[in-house]
């Protein structure tokens, strides 16, 4: 045990920072929430298709397969019912899509040529990175061709002057993040799937993840992107210069398109120097009330070297202990309800440790938290992010999951969780909320041991209309994929989706991309709230 500098000893008492090799391996503990009885970790399949195939689209021939064969070479076909599974079905096993051949060029010319005959054809297509999303967005919703981007995974180049990665869209976001570390670097982003995932479609869900706090957007880190539109051309703004004023930022239309405008097939991307010193603490509170206040005293006592503030409820918790290997409760004596992890990451050890001291000595003393435990190397790091990042594979170890990826005011937060458990009483399911508290980020999770058409009537469009309500967003970073396409009226006016409409005709004219995904499929309905 190491004892927090300048605490006394009756909040030590309570406040006792533990080493990794003092607690004793916890089993899993149900919350009330927990009802684990006839849940099943079996695959599971979600709703139907929301609409039917559309009939402008063609269908594959053997003509058209021999095309691809020609340009690609057949190790670059993918046609087994097999090897097509992983391409077919997201990985939450949500989503299942029919495909018959998916295709992985090798550059950018590739792509082009793959998209100007799809085009002239007027085959859908489907974009697909590391098909980790949660909306249904990177499979296909009928017998769309996918067009895969794992063989482009060339890392270009790094200006180790300026920072700026230049590197092929199919890039796993770790190895990105093991190279960069490497040389000094870190990625501005990081996400629980980052061993799965791939920049180029990172970037086109605008994905956020645990550093967004510090770093912000990709919109403000992307610098350039090279990308091939509907109709098979290529628009190359694959710039590494920071300051571009000259004419429209295409590069924004394409970060958060989901694939409907385009192919992005590479990506400059500034990078932040590596942090010397970084710090994790995970904190428990009694109750929301003392997170939020607990993240206030955060941002004024660590300001400039925060760079992660997460948080998760006990049903998160006892979920993540039941279904990840190993995972341990670093606080098996304290009952809380709630969880907060904080992360500092600076230039100066000393520096950072004596102001988290501080901070913690002051939260500890003004009531905020309730016990607390400090990493005392880079392994306990890693364990004590495991609890939050594991939190999302967990949930999908206990049967069928409703996901909910929501913006909302702070403060109102996780009364959507609890407002959601009290509108779902009677049902054979449990909910728990979770997500990044520095951002607004909250995760709304309700499981179940099958998808039930009642369940997801009682949530939908309820969730969104009490999001609509506070002017929150229903897609804070996953995107609206197929399962929030028609929900988009919650968030955005009109206007501006007619707006997205004629921006959509442009780059992909006969609206092969990604078809029935990101845009509304049907017009406003009068029981929405509109914006």
Not at 289 to 310: H, R, Y
């Amino acid at each position: 045990q190491r004892r927090v500098h300048g605490v006394d000893d009756s909040a030590f008492n309570m406040f006792c920072v533990r080493a990794s090799s003092s607690s004793a391996c916890v089993g899993a503990r149900l919350s009330k929430l927990l009802k684990p009885r006839g849940f099943s970790a079996r695959p599971v399949r979600g709703p139907p298709p929301p609409v039917p195939r559309d009939p402008k689209f063609a269908s594959l021939t053997d003509k058209d397969v021999s095309f691809f064969e020609s340009l690609l070479g057949s190790s670059g076909l993918v046609q087994e019912a097999d090897a097509l599974e992983p391409h077919n079905t997201d990985w939450m096993r949500k989503y299942q899509g029919h495909s018959k051949l998916a295709l992985k060029p090798k550059d950018t010319e590739q792509v082009a040529q793959i998209l100007r005959y799809c085009n002239g054809r007027k085959l859908a297509v489907v974009p697909q990175g590391g098909n980790t999303g949660l909306v249904g967005g990177s499979v296909p919703v009928f017998d769309e061709v996918v067009v895969s981007l794992s063989n482009m995974n060339k890392i270009v180049s790094l200006d180790e002057v300026s920072g700026v990665l230049v590197a092929e869209a199919g890039c796993v976001l770790e190895s990105l993040s093991n190279f960069l570390e490497e040389r000094g670097f870190i990625m501005p982003l990081d996400l629980g799937a980052k061993g799965s995932c791939q920049i180029g479609g990172n970037v086109a869900t605008n994905a956020g993840g645990i550093r967004f706090v510090r770093y912000g957007s990709l919109r403000g880190t992307v610098l350039g992107l090279k990308a091939v539109t509907g109709s098979g051309d290529v628009i190359d703004t694959l710039t590494s210069v920071r300051k571009d004023n000259t004419g429209y930022d295409l590069k924004q239309l394409f970060i958060g398109s989901e694939g409907s405008l385009g192919i992005i097939t590479g990506v400059s991307i500034l990078c932040p120097v590596k942090p010397k010193s970084v710090q994790v603490a995970l904190l428990a509170c009694s109750d929301y009330n003392m997170v939020c206040k607990t993240f206030i005293e955060a941002k004024k006592e660590l300001g400039e070297v925060v760079s992660a503030v997460e948080f998760f409820d006990k049903g998160s918790l006892d979920v993540t202990l039941k279904h990840i290997p190993g995972a341990r409760d670093p606080m098996p004596s304290t009952a809380s309800g709630f969880y907060v992890l904080i992360e500092t990451s600076g230039s100066n050890k000393d520096h950072d440790q004596e102001k988290l001291n501080g901070f913690l000595e002051k939260a500890m003393t003004e009531g905020l938290i309730q016990d607390g435990v400090v990493a005392q190397d880079t392994k306990h790091a890693k364990d004590l992010w495991r609890l939050r990042e594991g939190i999302s594979e967990s949930l999908g170890k206990t049967g069928y999951v409703y996901k909910y990826d929501l913006s909302v005011p702070v403060p109102e937060m996780y009364s959507l969780v609890e407002a959601t458990r009290e509108r779902l009483k009677g049902q054979d399911v449990f909910t728990v909320g979770y997500g990044h508290i520095g951002d607004g980020n909250l995760h709304l999770n309700t499981c179940g041991p099958a998808y039930d058409p009642k369940v997801e009537h009682l949530l939908e469009p309820w969730v969104y209309e009490w999001t609509a309500k506070r002017r929150g967003s229903v897609s804070a970073e996953h995107g609206l994929g197929l399962m929030k396409a028609d929900d988009i009226y919650y968030s955005k006016p009109q206007t501006a989706i007619d707006l997205m409409a004629t921006i959509k005709t442009v780059f992909d004219p006969n609206g092969i991309l990604n078809p029935y995904k990101v845009l509304p499929r049907r017009p406003f309905g009068d029981h929405q709230v509109k914006v």
